[in-house]
């Protein structure tokens, strides 16, 4: 039996733990790009999509803009979130689309389907919704949120950076948003240039 099929017809009854829920004052952390072709901004849900770069995009096919479906995707620690957006090229590069990194706190407890325990192989799937297909991976997206409406996003492991846990946010939870990220700062900051290195090196990653 494969392990990331497409999702069944019906999704079972959620449990009491597989629901994570991220408390008030979590911080969370994402990169952005604020120039290139598709600028955007720290606290920005996409609405158009789904693309295929997208692993949990739920909106339907074809890609599309969509006010009823957004998405934002964040990590839970600065690793994860540099590991993820410079995973095609393993090299962080600190101008090309004028990155930022933005930490930002919810300002509310927001639910999560959790990814990384039991739900994916009672539902029929396996660990491989983090790692494998991102087609079929939207495909359950979709279900997830067809299924469970209580239900605002997604924790998953990272593929990239030793199964830290990234956050797939539907548009709901952008009443948890703040107004003002808590650190807000361009990648090419001399600040970070320590860090970054530092990141690379865990990596496997190259800076310019």
């Known amino acids: 039996m494969a392990k990331l099929p497409l999702p069944p017809e019906r ?16 911080t969370t952390w ?16 996409r609405r158009y999509g789904p693309l295929a770069t997208g692993r949990f995009d739920p909106h339907p096919r074809p890609p599309h803009d969509d006010p009823a479906h957004g998405i934002i995707y964040a990590a839970l620690d600065i690793i994860a979130t540099v590991a993820e957006v410079f995973q095609e090229t ?28 039991a739900w994916p192989t009672r539902a029929g799937a396996s660990q491989a919704l983090s790692t494998g297909r991102r087609d079929i991976a939207r495909a359950w997206s979709r279900a ?4 469970y409406p209580s ?29 003002h990220p808590s650190l807000h700062i361009p990648l090419v900051h001399p600040g ?11 990596l496997g990653y190259g800076l310019r």
């Open 11 to 26: 999704l079972p009854l959620l449990r009491a733990r597989d629901i994570h829920r991220l408390p008030t004052g979590t």
């Open 30 to 45: 994402r990169i952005y790009r604020a120039g290139g072709r598709h600028p955007s901004t720290w606290s920005a849900f």
């Open 90 to 117: 393993r090299i962080i590069d600190r101008t090309w689309g004028e990155p930022w990194l933005a930490g930002f706190e919810l300002h509310r407890e927001v639910p999560l389907l959790d990814l990384t325990g």
């Open 144 to 147: 997830i949120r067809a299924a």
């Open 151 to 179: 239900i605002q996003g997604l924790l998953y492991r990272s593929s990239m950076a030793g199964g830290s846990r990234n956050l797939a946010l539907f548009e709901v939870v952008e009443d948890a948003m703040p107004s």
């Open 192 to 202: 970070l240039d320590l860090p970054l290195r530092r990141l690379a090196d865990d």
